[in-house]
């Protein structure tokens, strides 16, 4: 199974993007009834997970992105997604998507201040 992530660039604060993660090699009969979910790492810090999302599109996200980040998935497509907000310089790291078991490489989201 490949994860194929994207989206990630540089942004101002207060600025916006989505990051797509894309199960290419999984059927979609496989896709639907996983779960999903994004973490981040920063330099010098720990992996940390950022959003989570069940096979019934329920979503769980963490206190320091609540409110400004949304993880949605679309089971025709095999993507799940993390629309991004109101970004913040703290919000720069390396954004990794993982569903069904499988690591995507991750990508870069920068926010000047």
């Known amino acids: 199974v490949q994860l194929q992530a994207s989206g990630g660039g540089l942004v101002q604060a207060g600025g916006s993007l989505r990051l797509s993660c894309h199960a290419q090699r999984m059927i979609t009969s496989t896709f639907s009834p996983k779960s999903g979910a994004w973490y981040r790492q920063a330099p010098g810090k720990q992996r940390e997970l950022v959003a989570q999302?069940?096979?019934?599109?329920?979503?769980i996200l963490s206190d320091s992105v609540k409110g400004r980040f949304a993880m949605s998935r679309d089971n025709s497509r095999k993507k799940v997604y993390l629309q991004m907000n109101n970004l913040k310089p703290e919000d720069t790291a390396i954004y990794y998507c993982?569903?069904?078991?499988?690591w995507g490489q991750g990508t870069q989201v920068t926010v000047s201040s």
């Open positions: 993982f569903f069904g078991d499988f």
């Open positions: 999302i069940d096979s019934s599109g329920s979503t």
